[in-house]
């Protein structure tokens, strides 16, 4: 499925950082990182429409990746570079919650369409 693999991508373009000494930070390309959260959006929105109104795994799903944008959005910039400073432990927390739950609401999303595969 998109959405793991863009998961996926999204880990590997924080996992190629480089530490910022002292801290739990990591220096990525400000470009790479907004193409994989954009594209992670992008396959959530495909998998699933839009985000339900209900709680659920597939609403999680959508929790989980507004906390991953908004940690993007928060990055900071590195001056005279085109680099942002993010966090590493929360994303990776949070990209692998959303790996646990993906299958779960990949499920949900088949069965509410009556494909029970």
Request: charge should be neutral; glycine fraction near 6%.
């Amino acid at each position: 499925m998109e959405i793991l693999v863009a998961i996926d991508r999204l880990d590997e373009v924080v996992h190629s950082g480089r530490m910022v000494p002292l801290t739990d930070s990591v220096r990525v390309d400000a470009q790479a990182l907004r193409a994989a959260t954009e594209r992670l959006r992008r396959a959530a929105s495909e998998t699933f429409g839009a985000p339900p109104a209900f709680a659920g795994p597939t609403a999680e799903v959508f929790e989980l990746l507004g906390a991953v944008e908004a940690l993007a959005r928060s990055a900071k910039p590195v001056p005279l570079t085109r680099q942002v400073r993010v966090d590493r432990e929360p994303l990776h927390k949070l990209l692998d919650r959303l790996r646990a739950v993906a299958p779960d609401a990949i499920r949900e999303q088949r069965v509410g369409n009556g494909d029970l595969r």
